[in-house]
């Protein structure tokens, strides 16, 4: 029972909730959820050395996805942070919009533990389907974001299938859909193009995940219209565990014909280039973030291509780098739009007069999503640069490398605007003690693994 | 402990006392309420460390080549990353330079500066850190860790207390910079891969094939092409000179170009030996066209902070060719280059902030004809500019003359043309020379220089006519260095 600690207090969490969206109690509804959130977090953590397999190895408990749930379970405790006082959402919906977002992190929790293709499909789905839901959820519903919600669901439905499609053929070559099946039945086919085949559009679901390319066409639409918080949620915790099966799919092809990776180079190299080449024109500072996530999906991938533990290691340890200084800028965006509405480039600016410690914290941000030493994107990249390197895939570290300056251009413009434009009207923003702890602890965390990321990483190599 | 290294002998950690205190002092501005504190207290910081960078010059072991006060700790143990500081002839004077120049800064900024005081001398206190670690840090993370982290407060620099087109300037000159630096870690990535650690001095010298170091030589080129910057490469500095308020520009010309410099001595001279061979007489070509291009461009310009600018493309031309000359006079010659830019150049940018707080133009003509009106600052002035092109007795002409020698004994054409390119300077310093001292009557009421002026002019001025009378105690602690190098590139070539 402990070693299913983390999934219990999520699932508990979500039906306490539920129970509370029959009735009409709306008051003090976020305090509840953040103490919640933290006693779940403490939980992750508590039963992060808990080892063992249920339901005949289709759900399998180890260090690895234990310390996903720690991420995972840190990225729900700081969304519902966000949540703070925020009159993004209709009071009505609060109860439900917690729930939802406890049963995602309940499915992505699952997910890395599923070790068995079925459980996995269950996971993933428990986890959209949550998300589906709350993705039209904002104040002031507009056809903006019923439209986004139903393009993330078509687009989650088109994913699935191919998804499924790809299981299909790997089940037909293994005559199983268990993982550790595969692993050993697999590498007969790997030389057979069918092989390569299955493994990569069963890949395909996640890719979507992470708003990857060739899936990444939902990203722009859904940040943008969803609200504040959702966007936080979706552009950063669903990409933990889309990492986490990627490595895990990934090693299942870990003896692949090189086309494999050269497939897996194609699709990292061109979602980099597109996600900061559309980077540079967007004005809204949401869409900024959502081009910017699918570049970095390409980052990851770096990691995932190399096949290799420390391609791995590294992929984990960027991912979670990523969730840290992607959630401070969004963070920023929170607090900057009152009334839960959307925030431009051009809005930030004069924002070092009126709140210097938020312009601090996206420029941090900023840089580290660039990666410019000493914040935690530089060592990330420097991490899955090498790590692909050592496998001998120089051209997507150039590619990677020249990738960095172009996306330069408009994380700088986040910079500038921050800092070196004069804002028309400026008047001080007052951040709340509340507030101004999540920022420290944003700034913190950025710094702290980029100047000593071998705690964090060196778990991580213990870990694949 | 280490072969190349000669551990730290003093009671504390020398080298990181020096690259850290400014970044305690910027943390302890962070508290500051008042500007008039912030400012205080920077420059209490700069004047620390000041004295603090001298005891290295005091304990520093003219006898050997090895890196001194070396201190070695693991950083990031999984990938054989280490916190590995260590300093020689070569870097002594680089890391003195810019604790020099960081008072000087803070003092020339004291009221020029007048919004958001703290920050900006938070930027410069940061920009000391990187800066002194980018010369002390053998391991090739830390340098590179240093050397963009530099980055961000120059571009702060810039972008907020900048002139009119400081956006443009500020970004140009970051993406530029960046753009080198990602082909720099790829290439660091490759030295590791190859060798299985970061460690500079264990990369040098080594059996690495042709075309391996042609590869690595062209992106290490590169970046510190940019850096330098060497004549294709060179159209952010005269945008970002300009446009950053006066400390910014001292920076970047007296230190940021000479990391340039540093990097082709420290790193493409002895990883890639056989590639710098090879493309020697390339680099020097560039070098002399930007010699000759920067003087010409150097004639047609009316903005004063622009000609300085320019007139740093053509003076680095002169040290990367020196450099690439191959010789041990050019080596001299050019590490002296370095160091007497720095001063010149900075001093220079002094001189025209000096000007502009009290004329709020930059323009030649608009500051025409001061020598009535500011005589003792068109003395300073006068020395800087005749410094600048290399007149006898003056610190530059030690350091071209040393260049002009290593070049000729290897091509006759380059120094012939470098010659052509030495005139020129003389030609374009003396017409500014001229303009500003007697350019016309001028019946304005104009300040001359105040005592916190001369604070920070005299010592460079100094130093401008200590080095060129007497350069031996310079020579002596860079001579180790470099002849170990020479001789060491001649074993190794052989």
């Known amino acids: ?464 | 402990m280490e072969k190349y290294l000669m551990m730290n002998t003093l009671s504390f950690p020398m080298l990181s006392t020096v690259i850290f205190l400014p970044l305690a002092g910027a943390f302890l501005l962070l508290f500051m309420r008042s500007d008039r504190a912030a400012k205080i207290t920077a420059l209490i910081t700069g004047i620390i460390n000041f004295p603090l960078s001298l005891i290295l010059y005091f304990k520093f072991n003219t006898a050997t080549h090895l890196f001194q006060f070396g201190e070695h700790l693991s950083w990031i143990p999984s990938y054989n990353i280490n916190y590995i500081l260590g300093i020689d002839g070569i870097t002594l004077f680089l890391i003195i330079l810019t604790t020099l120049l960081t008072p000087m800064c803070i003092l020339c900024s004291w009221t020029a500066i007048e919004t958001r005081v703290k920050e900006f001398m938070f930027c410069i206190l940061l920009m000391e850190t990187a800066m002194v670690g980018v010369f002390c840090a053998l391991d090739l993370i830390l340098f590179y860790v240093f050397w963009e982290a530099m980055l961000v407060p120059m571009y702060l620099l810039i972008a907020v207390w900048g002139g009119p087109r400081k956006d443009y300037a500020s970004i140009k000159f970051f993406i530029y910079t960046l753009f080198g630096s990602v082909f720099l870690l790829v290439a660091i990535i490759a030295i590791y891969l190859t060798t299985g650690s970061f460690n500079i001095p264990e990369a040098m010298f080594r059996d690495y094939s042709f075309s391996f170091q042609t590869w690595v030589f062209l992106a290490f080129a590169l970046a510190f092409a940019i850096k330098v910057p060497m004549f294709p490469f060179h159209t952010w500095l005269p945008a970002a000179h300009t446009e950053a308020p006066t400390a910014g520009s001292v920076f970047l010309a007296s230190v940021l170009l000479k990391m340039g410099t540093y990097g082709f001595l420290r790193f493409c001279l002895p990883i890639t030996p056989k590639a710098s061979v090879f493309f020697a007489p390339y680099i020097m070509a560039l070098s002399v066209i930007a010699i000759i291009y920067g003087g010409y461009v150097c004639l047609s310009q009316t903005d004063m902070k622009k000609l300085i600018a320019y007139s740093s493309v053509a003076h680095m031309g002169f040290a990367t060719l020196g450099i690439f000359s191959l010789t041990l006079f050019g080596w001299q010659g050019a590490l002296l280059q370095m160091l007497n830019h720095g001063v010149t150049t900075g001093a220079l940018f002094l001189c025209v902030g000096i000007v502009y707080e009290r004329t709020h133009s930059r323009e030649i003509y608009d500051n025409a004809g001061l020598g009535k009106i500011m005589p003792a600052f068109v003395g300073f002035f006068g020395l800087f500019s005749i410094s600048s092109f290399a007149f006898p007795g003056t610190n530059n002409f030690v350091g071209e003359l040393y260049i002009l020698v290593g070049t000729f004994k290897v091509s006759k054409v380059a120094g012939f043309l470098s010659i052509v390119g030495a005139v020129l300077a003389a030609a374009y310093m003396l017409r500014l020379l001229k303009q500003i001292v007697w350019g016309r009557e001028d019946k304005r009421q104009i300040a001359d220089m105040k005592a916190r002026e001369y604070v920070f002019l005299i010592p460079l001025a100094v130093f401008v006519i200590w080095m060129g009378l007497f350069p031996k105690p310079f020579l002596a602690v860079i001579d180790s260095s470099l002849v170990h190098l020479f001789g060491q590139m001649q074993a190794f070539l052989r």
């Open chain 1, 1 to 464: 029972m402990m070693m299913l600690l983390p999934e219990l207090s999520v699932l508990c969490f979500s039906v306490v909730f539920l129970l509370i969206s029959l009735g009409d109690k709306r008051d003090n509804l976020i305090n509840m959820a953040k103490s919640f959130a933290i006693m779940i977090f403490a939980v992750s953590i508590l039963a992060v050395y808990k080892e063992g397999t249920l339901f005949s190895g289709a759900y399998k408990i180890n260090f690895v996805s234990q310390l996903f749930k720690i991420i995972l379970a840190y990225g729900l405790c700081m969304t519902l942070f966000f949540l703070n006082g925020k009159e993004e959402l209709e009071k009505k919906f609060l109860p439900e919009f917690i729930m939802f977002l406890g049963f995602s992190t309940l499915g992505l929790m699952m997910l890395v533990s599923a070790d068995e293709l079925i459980s996995m499909v269950i996971a993933l789905e428990i986890s959209s389907y949550s998300l589906y839901v709350i993705v039209p959820l904002r104040a002031g519903q507009t056809r903006l974001q019923l439209e986004a919600s139903m393009k993330y669901l078509f687009f989650g439905a088109i994913s699935t299938g191919v998804m499924l499609y790809g299981m299909s053929y790997i089940y037909g070559m293994t005559q199983s859909t268990f993982l550790t099946d595969i692993l050993y039945a697999m590498p007969r086919y790997l030389g057979q193009p069918v092989g390569i085949f299955a493994i990569v559009l069963t890949m395909t679901g996640f890719f979507f995940k992470l708003s990857l390319f060739p899936m990444h066409f939902w990203a722009p639409d859904i940040y943008e219209g969803a609200s504040n918080t959702t966007t936080t949620f979706i552009a950063t915790v669903p990409k933990i565990a889309a990492t986490a099966i990627l490595i895990k799919l990934a090693a299942i092809a870990s003896s692949a014909t090189p086309q494999f990776v050269n497939v897996l180079m194609v699709v990292a190299g061109i979602s980099m280039t597109l996600g900061n080449l559309v980077g540079l024109v967007q004005k809204d500072l949401k869409r900024l973030l959502a081009y910017s996530g699918i570049a970095h999906a390409g980052y990851i991938m770096l990691g995932i291509l190399a096949l290799s533990k420390d391609g791995y290691a590294a992929a984990m340890f960027y991912i979670t780098v990523y969730l840290i200084m992607n959630m401070a800028a969004f963070y920023v965006i929170v607090i900057l739009s009152k009334k839960g509405e959307n925030i431009l480039v051009g809005d930030l600016a004069g924002l070092v007069k009126k709140a210097p410690l938020l312009a601090v914290t996206i420029g941090l941000a900023a840089f580290s999503l660039a990666g410019i030493p000493p914040t935690g994107g530089f060592t990330g990249k420097l991490f899955l640069f090498t790590s692909a390197f050592q496998s001998g895939h120089l051209a997507i570290v150039v590619i990677g490398a020249v990738n960095t300056v172009i996306s330069i251009f408009y994380y700088l413009n986040i910079v500038r605007m921050s800092f070196s434009k004069e804002a028309a009207v400026s008047e001080p923003l007052k951040l709340t003690s509340h507030e101004q702890t999540l920022c420290y602890i944003f700034i913190f965390l950025i710094l702290y693994l980029g100047i000593y990321p071998f705690g964090l990483l060196g778990i991580f190599k213990l870990a694949v």
